[in-house]
C-alpha cells in the first residue's frame, strides 16, 4: 500500500502531458494553384511514361547500384537492429556463469591441503514495465525504424529523379551540340562564298574577315558543347553507380521524347503520397513516444532478479544447492532536477519534429504548386520559341538570297545566322526545361510511392 501511494504521488508530480503546439498543425489548401487539366494516374515506374528505353534502363541501373540507396539501406538495417534490441527489454535476461579455482593453503592443523572448488550459476533478471516507460521506449525505436525506411524511399524517389533529368539534360546537350556542328557548316558555306566573292572582287576583304570569324566562333563552340556532353555522361556514370562506365546508351532524341500527363491529386492526398512527410511523421511519433518514456521516469521501477546454482569443494560428497531471489522499487524522491530537465528536452524534441513536419508538409505544397506552373509556363514558352524559330528560318533564307543576289551586305545575313543560333539553342534548352519540370513534379508528388 505504501508503494502504491507513493507511486500515485510521483504520478501527480509530472504534471500535465505538453500538447503539440497548435501553430505546428497543417491544413492542406483545397486545390492547387494552376490549373491542371487532364490527369493521369502516376505509376511506382513512373519514368516509364517518356516512352524512351534507354532512359528506363539507365533509371533501373540507378536504383540497382547508387551508392546514396545503398547507404540508406544500411540505415534501415541499422534502425531494424535497434528496434529490435529496445524490444528485447520487455524480455526477462538469463545469463550462466561458470568458475573454478585450486589453491594450496595450511589448514588448523598446520597441515598444507590441496583444496578444489567450482560454482555453477544461472542467474534472471526482469524489470516489470508496470507503467509502460519500456513500451514507448520500443514504440519510439519502432517509429524510427519506419522513418529510416521512408528516408530510404525517398532516397530511391531523388535518385531516380536525378537520373531522369540528367538523361533529359544530356539529350538536350546531344541537341545542342548537333545544332553547333550544323551551323558550323552553314558558316564553312558562308565562308567560302565570302572567300570567292572577295576573290573576283564583288566584295571587299572585311567581309571575308567577318565570315572568317563568324566560323572561328562558331567552331570553338563544338568543343565547349562536347565538353558539356562529357561532363553529363560522368554526371550520370555517378548516379548509376559506374563512373567508368563510358558513353551513355541513347535512346529517343530530346524532341520525340514523350510529355507525360499531369499525374492526378487533391493536395490533401499529398500527405500520404511523399515519404518525405511519412519520415517527419514517423519521426514526430517517435519523438511523442520519447517523451512519454522520459515523463515516466517520476514513477517508480521494479526489477527482479533470481538466481540458482551448484557450489562443488573439495571434502564434499556432494554439490552444494544455492538460489536466492528477491526484487525491489526504485522510486525517485530528489533528482536535482534531472528527470524534469529530461523531460523538457523530450517535450521540446517532440515539438521541433512537430514543426518540421509541418515545414515539410508546406514545402511539399510550394514544389507541387511551383512544378505545376513551371510545367504550364514553359509550355507557353516552348510554343513562342518555336514560333519565333520558324519566323527567323524564314528571315535567314531571304537574307542568304538577297546576299547571294548582292541586294544586302553580309551583315544582314550573318545577323540572321546568329538570331536563328540562338533561338534554336533557347528552343532546345526550354523543352527540356519544360521535360525536367514534368520530372520535377512526379518526385513533387510522391512518384507513384505509397505508405
Not at 493536395?267 to 511519412?278: F, N, T, V, Y
Not at 519540370?437 to 510522391?446: D, E, I
Amino acid at each position: 500500500m505504501p508503494t502504491i501511494l507513493l507511486a500515485g504521488w510521483l504520478a501527480g508530480c509530472m504534471g500535465p502531458r505538453p500538447p503539440v503546439p497548435d501553430e505546428a498543425s497543417v491544413t492542406p489548401p483545397v486545390a492547387w494553384r494552376v490549373d491542371v487539366g487532364p490527369t493521369a494516374a502516376i505509376e511506382r515506374d513512373w519514368w516509364q511514361t517518356y516512352g524512351d528505353p534507354e532512359l528506363a534502363a539507365l533509371v533501373a541501373e540507378a536504383l540497382e547500384y547508387n551508392d546514396d540507396i545503398a547507404i540508406a539501406a544500411a540505415r534501415v538495417r541499422e534502425a531494424d537492429a535497434q528496434a529490435r534490441a529496445a524490444r528485447a527489454d520487455l524480455f526477462p535476461t538469463l545469463d550462466f556463469t561458470g568458475s573454478g579455482n585450486r589453491a594450496r593453503a595450511i589448514n588448523a592443523f598446520g597441515q598444507a591441503v590441496a583444496l578444489n572448488t567450482g560454482q555453477l550459476t544461472l542467474e534472471a533478471s526482469y524489470e516489470v514495465d508496470l507503467f509502460g516507460r519500456i513500451r514507448d521506449a520500443v514504440g519510439a525505436a519502432r517509429a524510427n525504424a519506419l522513418a529510416s525506411k521512408a528516408a530510404r524511399d525517398t532516397t530511391i524517389l531523388s535518385v531516380a529523379a536525378a537520373t531522369a533529368r540528367g538523361y533529359i539534360t544530356l539529350r538536350a546537350l546531344d541537341a545542342q551540340l548537333e545544332v553547333v556542328r550544323q551551323t558550323l557548316l552553314s558558316r564553312a558555306d558562308a565562308l567560302r562564298l565570302a572567300r570567292d566573292r572577295a576573290r573576283a572582287g564583288y566584295t571587299s576583304q572585311l567581309e571575308y574577315e567577318q565570315a572568317r570569324a563568324e566560323y572561328e566562333s562558331t567552331a570553338q563552340a563544338v568543343p565547349q558543347a562536347e565538353l558539356a556532353v562529357a561532363r553529363q555522361e560522368n554526371a550520370l556514370g555517378v548516379l548509376i553507380g559506374k563512373p567508368d562506365a563510358g558513353a551513355i546508351a541513347r535512346g529517343r532524341t530530346l524532341q520525340s521524347l514523350q510529355q507525360p500527363a499531369v499525374p492526378e491529386g487533391l493536395p490533401s492526398d499529398l500527405l500520404r503520397r511523399r515519404p518525405d512527410i511519412a519520415q517527419a511523421e514517423y519521426n514526430l511519433a517517435a519523438t511523442d513516444a520519447s517523451l512519454s518514456a522520459a515523463r515516466k521516469a517520476y514513477l517508480p521501477r521494479i526489477p527482479l532478479s533470481a538466481a540458482g546454482g551448484l557450489v562443488y569443494v573439495t571434502g564434499l560428497a556432494n554439490p552444494i544447492r544455492i538460489w536466492s531471489i528477491g526484487g525491489s522499487v526504485l522510486a525517485p524522491i530528489f533528482e536535482g532536477g534531472r528527470i524534469v530537465a529530461g523531460a523538457d528536452a523530450a517535450a521540446a524534441r517532440r515539438d521541433e519534429a512537430a514543426f518540421a513536419y509541418r515545414r515539410v508538409a508546406l514545402t511539399a505544397f510550394r514544389e507541387v504548386n511551383d512544378n505545376l506552373a513551371a510545367v504550364q509556363k514553359l509550355g507557353e514558352q516552348e510554343q513562342r520559341l518555336q514560333q519565333q524559330r520558324d519566323a527567323l528560318a524564314a528571315a535567314l533564307r531571304h537574307a542568304t538570297n538577297r546576299y547571294r543576289a548582292g541586294y544586302s551586305p553580309y551583315l544582314e545575313q550573318l545577323d540572321a545566322q546568329r538570331q536563328l543560333f540562338n533561338a534554336e539553342l533557347s528552343l532546345i534548352s526550354a523543352h527540356a526545361d519544360r521535360l525536367n519540370a514534368s520530372v520535377a513534379l512526379y518526385q513533387a508528388m510522391g512518384g507513384g510511392w505509397r505508405q
